[in-house]
């Protein structure tokens, strides 16, 4: 076909645990260095850890679609996003993208500055693409109440933010970077569920229709909306298709998308 492949992954697993295993790895050499006893203290931390945390994950995306990873906590959505950005690397399997990525991690984070230049976050300013945005993800109204709208520095001596807004300036921010893929951990943390759906709608569907999307999100509404969902469980894909797809082959499915 003459579709281009926006995200694929065939066949891909990872564990956290390398690092601890290392970490252990080198502790008992200190300590046999030492003269500690360390006997066998290590199978202890390689049992406990030495789980996969994403297990043989299928899926693909062509450019342009919306991918919805769902699961409740702990099931590898935040991990599964890390091995696109490629701080996760699998053990197995094989990822594809076009390289460009911008990533809204689950914790919003501001640096000193003024919003705008949190949302520019050195890029240059576009005032059309800017405007759009800030539209988008319902800023247009905070910008309104503070002293110096957008232009009002955030962080020490300026206003305090509150967590909704924080996370739409980081959403803002991803958004108005240009990249072939974006991932968004979450976004919708510490917005009510009216703001929810208006971002939702008019940042995530529309302005976004064009970008190739993997978003976090457990909510019924996004999911409907996704091109692909992929459910998470225990690092297992329990499921990957579309939404009609979801509902005919696992019509219990609900159960795993609380918390
Ligand atoms: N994990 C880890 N090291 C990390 C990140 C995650 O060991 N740097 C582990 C977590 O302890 C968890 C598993 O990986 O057991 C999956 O975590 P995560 O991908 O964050 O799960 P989410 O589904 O994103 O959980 P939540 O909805 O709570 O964010």
């Not at 594809?96 to 300013?125: A, C, E």
């Not at 803002?172 to 991932?183: E, F, S």
């Not at 529309?206 to 999307?213: I, P």
Request: some cysteine; glycine content about 8%.
């Amino acid at each position: 076909s003459l579709t281009t492949v926006g995200l694929e992954m065939i066949n891909v697993s990872a564990s956290w645990d390398e690092g601890i295993v290392e970490l252990f790895e080198k502790i008992k050499r200190e300590n046999k260095a030492n003269g500690h006893l360390t006997g066998d203290d290590g199978l202890f931390f390689t049992n406990l850890y030495v789980t996969p945390v994403l297990k043989s994950i299928n899926l693909r995306l062509e450019e342009g679609m919306m991918l919805a990873v769902a699961g409740s906590t702990g099931s590898g959505k935040s991990s599964l996003l890390m091995m696109i950005l490629g701080e996760l690397v699998p053990s197995e399997g094989k990822i594809k993208h076009s390289g460009r990525v911008s990533y809204s991690p689950q914790t919003s984070w501001i640096m000193p500055g003024t919003i705008r230049d949190n949302i520019l976050f050195g890029l240059t300013y576009d005032e059309y693409r800017y405007t759009s945005i800030i539209r988008a993800c319902q800023l247009e109204e905070d910008f309104d109440l503070l002293p110096d709208k957008d232009k009002t520095p955030i962080a020490e001596g300026g206003v305090t933010l509150s967590g909704g807004q924080r996370a739409r300036i980081c959403l803002a921010r991803a958004v108005y970077k240009d990249a072939d893929l974006y991932l968004l951990d979450a976004p919708f943390t510490h917005l009510d569920i009216a703001t929810e759906k208006e971002i939702f709608d008019k940042c995530v569907c529309k302005l976004m229709a064009s970008k190739t999307r993997v978003v976090v999100t457990c909510k019924l509404e996004h999911l409907k909306r996704a091109d692909r969902i992929i459910l998470l469980h225990n690092g297992d894909c329990y499921f990957y298709g579309t939404f009609s797809e979801l509902q005919a082959q696992r019509p219990d499915f609900s159960s795993l998308l609380l918390g």
